[in-house]
């Protein structure tokens, strides 16, 4: 007698879950499948049933880890006045992301820092630089989007690959550097 299959609409998304927990714990080179899959308490034929190389499944991970500060960048309320300081609402933002739950950020940059040797990865980095460069591109030029997304990607993996604090007051001004003289906004 066959098996009757279970339906489970929500494993490939408990295995990207488990995917990210793994990294997390143990770096891209603990991944596997036989270890996603016990993280996820699924059969290993699921994982490769949903991803059918690592590669695959980093993919969906990096994609999920992105989500994170580009959603904060787009709703955030501070971006959206148009009297406001970008600058200084960047530097907050910033903050916010560093001071959260360090392990996540480190995370989303190990996955995000992969694509250099893995070039599955490399369009998902671009994607994510370009919904970022989008965000900002509502409150100046993409041009000069592209160098705050910069910036920050700088400001950010020195304080993570230094252990360093994150000084909230030297972002805004960088920022506001690259954003240049605005009518009306400090200086």
């Known amino acids: 007698m066959a098996r009757a299959r279970r339906h489970d609409p929500e494993r490939r998304e408990r295995i990207v879950d488990a995917a990210l927990r793994v990294v997390g714990r143990s770096g891209i080179a603990g991944l596997s499948h036989r270890t996603v899959a016990a993280e996820a308490d699924v059969p290993l034929g699921s994982t490769t049933y949903h991803f059918a190389s690592l590669d695959e499944l980093l993919v969906a991970a990096l994609r999920k880890a992105n989500e994170g500060f580009g959603r904060k960048l787009r709703e955030s309320p501070a971006l959206a006045v148009p009297a406001g300081d970008p600058a200084a609402a960047l530097a907050r933002l910033l903050g916010e992301w560093l001071g ?30 370009e919904t970022v460069v989008a965000a900002l591109s509502a409150r100046t030029d993409p041009a000069t989007a592209r ?7 700088g ?3 020195q304080v993570l690959l230094t252990d360093g604090t994150y000084d909230e007051e030297y972002a805004r001004e960088m920022l506001a550097r690259i954003l240049g003289p605005a009518e009306g906004r400090p200086r």
Do not use: F, K, N, Q
């Not at 995370?107 to 599955?120: G, I, K, N, S, T």
């Not at 160098?147 to 990607?153: G, K, T």
């Open 100 to 129: 959260g739950e360090r392990s996540g950020v480190e995370l989303e940059y190990e996955l995000y820092l992969a694509a250099l040797r893995r070039p599955a990865l490399r369009p998902v980095a671009a994607e994510w630089t």
């Open 147 to 153: 160098a705050l997304v910069a910036l920050m990607d």
């Open 155 to 157: 400001i950010c993996l």
